[in-house]
């Protein structure tokens, strides 16, 4: 088994890529910057893996349409 670990930088930076990808980008930058008003010690990868998280729940949540 390989373990590859990622700096903090890193896996944030991964998120934010993952978020463009998913067409959720701007909602995901709102979503931090509530989370960090909310919680201002809260450390900024566990800010931006929270609102990533919630993001993408809601987003499965949502039912999909088909034409």
Known sequence: MICISMTNEELIEE???KAHQKGF???LH???DEIKKQNPKMPLCDVTQSAYREIKKTKLALPTTQN
């Open 15 to 17: 998120l934010y890529h």
């Open 25 to 27: 980008f701007n909602e």
């Open 30 to 32: 709102q979503k931090v």
